[in-house]
């Protein structure tokens, strides 16, 4: 079990707890359930990197206590 910080720099910042073999969509969709926006409507990028909602957290190397950044369609 990890915990990943996700922030939007609006203002929010989301620790949400997964584990390494989640998808990307299954992180979307617990911040989705956190925040009340939409998880299709929520991007996930680490700086030029957008990560895709099939791939899995541990195929993209991401750790306990990684920080993303959260940006809205």
């Known amino acids: 079990m990890i915990e990943v910080v996700c922030n939007d720099r609006l203002g929010k910042k989301v620790h ?9 969509g299954d992180l979307k969709k617990l911040i989705a ?8 409507k929520i991007v996930l990028k680490k700086w ?18 990684m920080n993303l950044e959260l940006y809205y369609q």
């Not at 359930?33 to 299709?40: E, M």
């Not at 030029?48 to 206590?65: A, M, N, P, R, W």
């Open 16 to 24: 949400v707890k997964c584990n390494t073999d989640d998808t990307i």
């Open 33 to 40: 359930a956190q925040t009340g926006t939409p998880w299709n």
């Open 48 to 65: 030029y990197t957008i990560f895709k909602d099939h791939v899995s957290l541990g195929d993209y190397e991401i750790h306990d206590g």
